[in-house]
């Protein structure tokens, strides 16, 4: 998700029971991004994703 919407993120998440969820955010906007800008939030994401899938603790 984007930046603007991680403080939503987190409440919905409280809601639900999850407080402290871990988020792969990166930096708004997306739309109207030139392909170059996408790839480097792309790559930005994926350094943050694969932590959160391979080292999670139950």
Request: proline share 7%; net charge neutral; hydrophobic share 45%.
């Given at each position: 998700m ?5 403080r ?5 998440a409280?809601?639900?029971?999850l ?6 955010v990166?930096?708004?906007p ?7 800008a ?6 930005t ?14």
């Amino acid at each position: 998700m984007t930046d603007r919407f991680e403080r939503s993120a987190q409440v919905v998440a409280e809601l639900n029971g999850l407080r402290g969820y871990p988020f792969a955010v990166i930096a708004h906007p997306v739309a109207n991004n030139d392909e170059a800008a996408l790839r480097s939030k792309a790559e930005t994401a994926v350094l943050r994703i694969v932590p959160l899938l391979t080292e999670r603790t139950p």
